[in-house]
């Protein structure tokens, strides 16, 4: 029910930006979408976590992060092709020549109304959670749900496991305070916040502002900007495929030292007054491969893995908290930062934030391939000192 809340508020926000009369109308219907996404982000990836047969959880949170990143190639290709359509003229109509040719960008925001509406009439198909179920005291339905899901057998164990961790959760505050839950919850946060601080939202909300200051027109940094999405897409399938081969913190530290190097790469083009062309944009295109099979994916398959099941839903809350926190500081900055510090010094100071990345990923965060959430529990509640890398 929450979740279908979170899809009116997407297509109240979409409609009303796109008819809103005023900036301050404009930023209210963004508020309310803001709203959305943070009910949204919290409650998909514990949803899907909660529904999946347990040898699937880890993949189908990794597919999570791949959706968002073909929702966003999604809307960097509308975007640039609404821009397309609005210099052709073809309309007679004054409310569609204002939508969709005089200010295009009601109709970019705007559009967002259909996967707002496909989301909403999706969730009434699903079943709700069973762990949720368990919680109101409907066993039956629970088990009715699991047993479409893993089968009768495995869901009479499983719904068992439901109702002792749920026992046990109402006693789990105190948890926190161990050391090896307060690592856990410290290197969560930190990655999720570091997550953001190292710049993919400046790229993936201004792209366009900076493929321009680099001498790229609108329409060409928009079609920048779809080559941008698509490469994010790809390279979060290759995280799919590989990240239980070679396991998380391979991943996330050549990932991150990737980020590292083209970040500095493209602080530099700008100092030199050499950003401009293919050569920006290959650097860009780097960075957002590294991104996209390492920090992307890899912190939200960690965040799943490496909390007790006693602490996981409120860990969790506090890592995704976390996300939006960062995600709403480098939203705010990026623009005045771009002003006033400029580009080079900009991009400079998320590569700075690599490094304590790629420290916590080599120092601090223990390899989970292959282990069971159990082995990991008792990895933490066994800790006791800084782990061996």
């Known amino acids: ?29 963004r508020l309310i979408g803001g709203m959305g996404v943070g009910i949204a982000s919290m409650l998909s990836p514990m949803y899907i976590s909660e529904i999946s047969p347990p040898d699937l959880r880890g993949r189908l949170v990794a597919l999570y992060q791949f959706s968002i990143t073909l929702g966003i190639l999604c809307s960097f290709f509308v975007n640039a092709r609404l821009l397309d ?21 009601r109709a970019m ?4 109304t259909i996967p707002a509406l496909l989301f909403f009439f999706l969730l009434t198909t699903i079943p709700k959670s069973p762990r949720w179920l368990v919680v109101k005291g409907q066993i039956q339905k629970a088990s009715r749900i699991l047993g479409r899901i893993v089968g009768p057998e495995s869901a009479a164990s499983e719904i068992e496991e439901i109702i002792e961790t749920i026992s046990v959760e109402k006693r789990s ?45 609108l329409s060409e940094a928009l079609g920048g900007q779809v080559i941008i999405g698509f490469i994010n897409m790809a390279f979060t399938v290759l995280a799919i495929l590989t990240i239980d081969k070679f396991g998380r913190k ?4 050549t990932g991150t030292a990737g980020m590292l190097i083209s970040l500095a790469a493209i602080g530099l083009l700008f100092a030199l ?19 996209a099979f390492s920090l992307g994916p890899v912190v939200w398959v960690i965040l799943s893995e490496i909390y007790p099941n006693r602490i996981r839903g409120r860990a969790m809350s506090i890592a995704t908290l976390g996300v939006w926190i960062g995600t709403s500081i480098i939203g705010q900055t990026i623009p005045i930062s ?21 420290y916590i990923g080599a120092r601090l965060v223990p390899e989970t391939k292959g282990k069971t959430l159990e082995e990991i529990e008792r990895y933490w509640l066994k800790y006791k000192k800084q782990p061996e890398p």
């Open 1 to 29: 029910m929450v979740l279908l809340l979170a899809a009116t508020l997407f297509s109240i926000s979409a409609i009303g930006c796109a008819v809103s009369g005023s900036f301050t109308t404009l930023v209210l219907y």
């Open 85 to 105: 359509r609005s210099a052709e003229g073809l309309l007679d109509n004054e409310v569609l020549q204002l939508i969709f040719k005089d200010e295009v960008w």
């Open 109 to 112: 925001l705007g559009m967002e």
């Open 173 to 217: 505050l105190k948890m926190v305070l161990e050391p090896g839950i307060k690592m856990a919850v410290f290197i969560g946060v930190s990655l999720a916040v570091l997550q953001q601080f190292t710049g993919i939202d400046a790229v993936i909300y201004y792209g366009p502002k900076i493929l321009e200051q680099a001498g790229f027109g």
């Open 250 to 253: 391979p991943l996330l530290i």
């Open 273 to 291: 007054d050499m950003a401009e062309g293919i050569l920006l944009l290959s650097f860009i295109l780097v960075f957002i491969a590294c991104f």
């Open 338 to 358: 771009l002003e006033n510090l400029g580009p080079a010094l900009t991009f400079w100071i998320f590569a700075l934030f690599c490094i304590p990345t790629i």
